[in-house]
Nanobody, 123 residues
Framework: HVQLVESGGGSVQAGGSLRLSCAAR????????MGWFRQAPAKERKAVAV???????NYADSVKERFTVSRDDEQATLYLQMNSLKSEDSDMYYC??????????????????WGLGTQVTVS
């Protein structure tokens, strides 16, 4: 049973920073693609940052130069450092994992497992 648990969300003023964490439990495959998505109410879920099985990192254009995704394989944890936050970054943030992403890294439908999300509010 795969479980992803996000933490680190909260409320912050514009220009501030937050660090999200995603602890993965029970994912036993040797390779994986893991990433962060965000979603506003009644809107589609969008990719924020993804690390593929080969270590390649992709970012949404809207967060480049501001967000940094990283992972700790020993701790099975994914991180998202968010700097220079803007009001438009306010969303529910979700962690997701799948076997491999490739060119489809931004497509939420290819991800097999999801966390319950953590809310980020920027005012």
């Amino acid at each position: 049973h795969v479980q992803l648990v996000e933490s680190g969300g909260g409320s912050v003023q514009a220009g501030g920073s937050l660090r999200l964490s995603c602890a993965a439990r029970g994912y036993t495959y040797d390779t994986y693609c893991m990433g962060w998505f965000r979603q506003a109410p009644a809107k589609e879920r969008k990719a924020v940052a993804v690390i593929d099985m080969d270590g390649k990192i992709n970012y949404a254009d809207s967060v480049k130069e501001r967000f940094t995704v990283s992972r700790d394989d020993e701790q099975a944890t994914l991180y998202l450092q968010m700097n220079s936050l803007k009001s438009e970054d306010s969303d529910m943030y979700y962690c997701a994992v799948t076997f491999a992403c490739g060119v489809s890294w931004s497509n939420p439908q290819i991800f097999s497992y999801w966390g319950l999300g953590t809310q980020v509010t920027v005012s």
